[in-house]
């Protein structure tokens, strides 16, 4: 048996890159899966590839989860169409892409990316759960009804330049999912938080070769987690398997931000073979950011 056979989940977010990886998984492992997007394009353009994947059992919806309405009327497609929902993986961000430094940050962006990021996260939890957790069965394996991951970020602890709204937004999310497992903990409903670090998506394939290195070298594993990476840990934190979990936030960064200083900036420590930032960190760098910003790094490779 599979572990999410008959279990209704909802991924926001899931049109591309890690959401859908996210889908992905749970078709696999035998649930039927609602995603959104923000648009009719990218619902279809996710849906197309999930059908190439050889999938069936998932439905796409338009949703902006920045909007009461918008969640209002998914939930209702979801009620009409599976009447149940066993799990939610709250992934839809807006990543802040493009953003100044904090002084210049326009008040409204600022707004939009906690209105999307934790405004969106707390409306999807709040009526899943108040329209299908809390009127469902206790399941027996678990003496629990209804089970959320949201995806953070590392940005919660050690932040960004040009990253405000997207790094505040994260931090906030640590006690946004510590305050729904308080209360929704004693009524059978389990709530944690996933923050990874570099996640490769359809983005990297835009970057330069010595800026995917340098972004390497900033783990202490040599690589990026992959989507797949992502949705396994998001399963295991959903599956039965995982019903002490409560109020949890686990951190899989590659070990980002263990030490103090990433490799390169240590003056003793040699590389490894391959790892990148000898000569092409010694040059004066700019390095085009995953969400757009942009990085210039110093003639010793450091950021200043
Ligand atoms: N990428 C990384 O390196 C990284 C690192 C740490 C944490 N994370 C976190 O991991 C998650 C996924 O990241 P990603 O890079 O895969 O994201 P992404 O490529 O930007 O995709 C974002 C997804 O969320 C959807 N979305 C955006 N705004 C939305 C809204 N207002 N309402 C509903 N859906 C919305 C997008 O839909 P459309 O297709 O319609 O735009 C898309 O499906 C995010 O929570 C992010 O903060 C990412």
Redesign the pocket.
């Known amino acids: 048996m599979k572990r999410f056979e008959n279990k209704v989940v909802l991924v926001?977010?899931?049109?591309?890159?890690?959401?859908?990886e996210i889908v992905d998984l749970f078709l696999r492992e035998g649930a039927r899966v609602f995603f959104?997007?923000?648009?009719e394009a990218?619902?279809a353009k996710?849906e197309t590839e999930l059908a190439r994947r050889g999938h069936t059992g998932f439905h796409g919806i338009v949703?902006?989860?920045?909007k009461t309405s918008d969640v209002t009327a998914m939930m209702d497609a979801i009620e009409c169409e599976a009447g149940r929902l066993d799990a939610v993986v709250t992934?839809?961000?807006?990543?802040g892409q493009g953003e100044p430094a904090a002084p210049e940050v326009d008040e409204a962006a600022f707004l939009d990316v906690l209105n999307?990021?934790l405004g969106?996260t707390l409306r999807v939890v709040q009526e899943a759960a108040r329209r299908f957790f809390l009127r469902q069965e206790l399941n027996p394996a678990t003496g629990q009804r209804g089970a959320v991951v949201c995806?953070?970020?590392?940005?919660a602890h050690h932040v960004q330049r040009r990253h405000v709204s997207?790094c505040t937004s994260?931090g906030g999310l640590e006690s946004l999912v510590k305050c729904l497992a308080l209360d929704l903990g004693s009524r059978g409903v389990r709530v944690n938080l996933l923050?990874?670090?570099?996640?490769w998506?359809e983005?990297w394939n835009d970057l330069p070769e010595a800026v995917r290195r340098k972004r390497r070298a900033n783990t202490l594993t040599g690589r990026?987690a992959t989507?797949g990476d992502?949705a396994a840990a998001a399963a295991f934190l959903l599956s039965d398997e995982a019903r002490a979990f409560q109020g949890s936030i686990l951190k899989m960064d590659s070990g980002a931000t263990v030490a103090l200083y990433p490799p390169y900036a240590e003056d003793n420590v040699p590389l490894p073979e391959g790892w990148c930032c000898g000569d092409d960190a010694s040059s004066s760098l700019s390095e085009a950011r995953?969400d757009g910003g942009v990085v210039v790094t110093s003639t010793t490779g450091r950021e200043r």
């Open positions: 926001t977010g899931g049109s591309r890159n890690t959401g859908l959104c997007g923000t648009s990218s619902v996710g949703c902006d989860v920045g992934n839809a961000a807006n990543l999307v990021n969106g995806i953070g970020s590392n940005t997207y994260k923050e990874p670090g570099y996640i998506t983005r990026e989507g992502v995953d």
